[in-house]
């Protein structure tokens, strides 16, 4: 098993672009999150799905879009990138239930100029 | 709302030395984990621990330690004989609530970065 890979790893855009940060799990998880991770916050929550169909927000959702069309993928899409979206992405994802671990992915490092 | 919270932002450490990095807790939910992930230099996360809400039995792994108080609300992990390889950054996170949704969701500390020296 891969477990949960994200693409790319470095991303560099100019305010304004857009662009889509890719996560993949082939453990048929049905629970898949984005966070970002900033310097002396932690990681925080932007947003997750319970299931293909279903999404909802996080902590830090403006920005952020999201869609879960199949169980295995759920990319994260910025519409308009600003400065404030400099950070570093992490994908996971768990199954349900009480015993459930969540797995990351390598993380993307994204840079906004 | 849930938090945690990690006092300690960095910490300090000669190999060899055992370090305990603290984690304190709030939810209002009954039912819920806690985590701690180590994060090395290499940027990933690793799963260290889970701990449900229901089991207050300290746990040891090797040279870690686990001590898990419902009546302070803390789960402070402890490192014993700590070596230059344990340098990283470690979370605390928690998850919680009655509904099977919430435990896909993590509320993360905001991070101790440990630094052993040889």
């Known amino acids: 098993n891969a477990g949960v890979t994200q693409t790319p790893k470095f991303q560099v855009l100019k305010t304004g672009q857009s662009m889509t940060l890719q996560c993949a799990q082939d453990?048929?998880?049905?629970?898949m999150s984005w966070y970002r991770q900033d310097p002396g916050m932690g990681l925080r929550l932007i947003h997750y799905s319970v299931g293909a169909g279903i999404t909802d927000q996080g902590e830090v959702p403006n920005g952020y879009n999201v869609s879960r069309s199949t169980t295995e993928d759920f990319p994260l899409r910025l519409l308009s990138a600003a400065p404030s979206q400099t950070s570093v992405y992490f994908c996971a994802s768990s199954s349900p239930g009480l015993l459930s671990t969540q797995y990351f992915g390598p993380g993307t490092r994204l840079t906004v100029l | 709302a849930q938090k945690v919270t990690q006092a300690q932002t960095e910490i300090s450490v000669v190999e060899k030395e055992d370090v305990t990095l603290d984690c304190v807790y709030e939810t209002r939910d009954t039912t819920y984990y806690l985590f701690w992930y180590k994060q090395p230099p290499s940027g990933e996360l690793v799963f260290l621990i889970r701990?449900?809400?229901?089991?207050?039995q300290n746990e040891i792994s090797g040279r870690y330690s686990w001590n898990f108080q419902k009546s302070t609300s803390s789960f402070n992990f402890t490192i014993t004989a700590s070596q230059v390889v344990d340098s990283a950054v470690y979370f605390c996170?928690?998850?919680?609530?009655?509904?099977?949704?919430?435990?896909?969701?993590?509320?993360f500390g905001q991070g101790t970065i440990l630094t052993v020296h040889p």
């Open positions: 701990r449900n809400s229901f089991d207050e």
């Open positions: 996170a928690l998850s919680g609530g009655a509904g099977g949704t919430s435990y896909g969701k993590l509320t």
């Open positions: 453990m048929n998880h049905e629970y």
